[in-house]
């Protein structure tokens, strides 16, 4: 059974940085697209970064230039570096992955359970 662990999370004033990562573990054939997206209280779950298996990444317009998201295709995990962090990316962060098993052919998407991310003002 596939799962994905986030960590790295934690208290961060801003202007600070953290890095998470995310590792996907259990009878995986192989790994495809891979992001974070967070979830701050009160609001709906939003995109924050994707990475292809290739390689090539989107942000979202509120972190263009402030985080950069990364992979090791090796290990299966992909990494969220945070820099000059703001009050407001405040939130968790889940990893997602779509992943093809060696009992399923098919792509499948998987979520993590989630790391806390607070940055204090």
């Known amino acids: 059974q596939v799962q994905l662990v986030e960590s790295g999370g934690g208290l961060v004033q801003a202007g600070g940085s953290l890095r998470l990562s995310c590792a996907a573990s259990?009878?995986?054939?192989?790994?495809?697209?891979m992001g974070w997206y967070r979830q701050a209280p009160g609001k709906q779950r939003e995109l924050v970064a994707t990475i292809s298996a290739a390689g090539t990444t989107t942000y979202s317009d509120s972190v263009k230039g402030r985080f950069t998201i990364s992979r090791d295709n090796a290990k299966n995990t992909v990494y969220l570096q945070m820099n000059s962090l703001k009050p407001e990316d405040t939130g968790v962060y889940y990893c997602n992955a779509q992943i093809t098993t060696v009992v399923n052919t098919n792509r499948m998407n998987y979520w993590g359970e989630g790391t806390l991310v607070t940055v204090s003002s």
């Open positions: 259990g009878g995986i054939f192989s790994s495809h697209a």
